[in-house]
């Protein structure tokens, strides 16, 4: 009944090519196979123990059972202010500048749905985690790519980025209104200097256009490197809003806990649309972020420490399979180009292939966008044993060809 009836917004989102890994990764699992599951970034560890205890302390208490603050507690939203002093030396006032979100997905969906007029343009560079394009797809927003460019190291190309970011500016109708930045980047695992944020405000500030930062992988860093905030730039507030999540860096994927801070325009157009849709997270999962933030970091210096590992065993385990992938600096992830000889499948079928012939998923570079497709991502969430189980079937399977 009702064809007729078309669900317009729906029907602008494309078929999601990870779905295609994941129907035939559960057909495996119903046929008995032991998938080995690189595919998603969903982080495989427990949350600290101490944060669990506060949740489940804060759970007995009578009197937090109630609607929450859709905004996030004071107490939470002061616990984001000192983590930004204590991380980065930038200043964020609790009241107006800093918003809790259900997860950082459910904020940055909200915010372009709050600040989006029908037509508005963003760049987004790609390939790209695909809600930061969707959001805007959905809001009714028109998006602008952008070709992430970078070297061996998975070091953004800052000078090529800037040139590109003029010319999309130049070129773009109408003018663009939105910039996505998401470094350490999903899913290249690309990753920036400070000094690339302050090029990007001043271009800003010159163009007028908002930055909406997404620092996801902040914490998961190696080698040395440090993630730079964009609002550590002097000014940056005036333009830019970055986005945290407590779902990597604490093992807390499926509690929903996130945060938006910086500019109070873009805070407050996140505040209001939230206060219409929502009552706020569960108290008490507020009351254990605040706890996780305001800890010491040992426990988040234990799961950086765990994906290094896991990202030097894979690379030495693969590299014997016949299989090299270059050693990213940052995220939870491995950007890996598809071995020479079988390149000519693309993402999608080398994928498909992959997890058929090896019993390997992993995420073909095609669903993040067009210019993904001689890659393939590979999440650091099994162990070493099963990376190793990996390479000994990828080592069969390549052999194959
Ligand atoms: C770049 C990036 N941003 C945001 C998210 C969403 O995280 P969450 O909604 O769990 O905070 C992810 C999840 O994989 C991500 O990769």
């Known amino acids: 009944m009702f064809d007729d009836f078309q669900f317009e917004k729906l029907n602008r989102l494309p078929n999601y090519i ?7 990764k559960m057909e495996e699992r119903r046929a008995g196979k032991d998938v080995i599951d690189f595919s998603m970034g969903n982080p495989d560890g427990d949350t600290p123990q101490h944060i669990i205890d506060k949740l489940v302390e804060t759970a007995q208490k009578k009197g937090n059972f109630r609607y929450s603050a859709s905004k996030g507690i004071f107490k939470l939203r002061l616990a984001i202010a000192d983590w930004y002093k204590r991380k980065y030396g930038v200043d964020i006032d609790p009241n107006g500048e800093a918003v ?16 989006t007029n029908v037509g508005d343009m963003a760049i987004v560079p790609e390939p790209t985690y695909p809600i930061h394009t969707y959001a805007f797809t959905l809001a009714g927003g028109a998006v602008r790519k952008m070709e992430i460019k970078f070297d061996s190291e998975f070091k953004l190309d800052e000078d090529t980025f800037i040139s590109d970011l003029k010319t999309a500016i130049a070129e773009s109708v109408p003018k663009p209104k939105y910039l ?26 010159k163009e007028r256009f908002y930055i909406i930062s997404d620092i996801a992988y902040a914490d998961l860093t190696f080698d040395g490197y440090k993630t730079p905030s964009i609002l550590a730039v002097d000014g940056a507030k005036d333009v830019a809003v970055e986005s945290f999540t407590l779902s990597k860096s604490y093992n807390m ?10 500019n109070r325009k873009l805070v407050g157009a996140l505040e209001k649309i939230k206060s219409w849709l929502d009552y706020g997270m569960f108290t008490p999962i507020q009351v254990a972020a605040t706890v996780a933030l305001n800890g010491d970091g040992s426990c988040v210096e ?3 420490k765990n994906y290094e590992d896991r990202r030097d065993f894979l690379i030495k385990s693969f590299a014997s399979a016949g299989w090299d992938v270059g050693k990213p600096r940052a995220t939870m992830f491995i950007w890996a180009r598809i071995p020479e000889k079988v390149r000519h499948l693309g993402s999608l079928e080398f994928s498909k292939r992959l997890l058929l012939e090896a019993e390997v998923a992993v995420s ?11 890659y393939v991502r590979i999440a650091l ?21």
């Open 18 to 24: 990870f779905a295609v890994i994941n129907e035939i």
């Open 100 to 115: 809790a979100t259900m997860g950082s997905k459910e904020g940055y969906v909200h915010l372009v749905e709050a600040i």
């Open 180 to 205: 996505i930045l998401n470094f350490p980047h999903n899913p290249t695992t690309v990753t920036v200097t400070e000094d690339f944020y302050k090029r990007v405000v001043e271009l800003a500030k």
């Open 253 to 262: 994927a499926g509690w929903r806990v996130g945060f938006v801070v910086g």
């Open 302 to 304: 234990d799961i950086r």
């Open 364 to 374: 073909p570079g095609i669903g993040f966008g067009d210019y993904g497709d001689e």
């Open 381 to 401: 969430i099994e162990n070493r044993h099963r990376i190793k189980q990996a390479s000994k079937n990828i080592k069969k399977f390549l052999n194959s060809f």
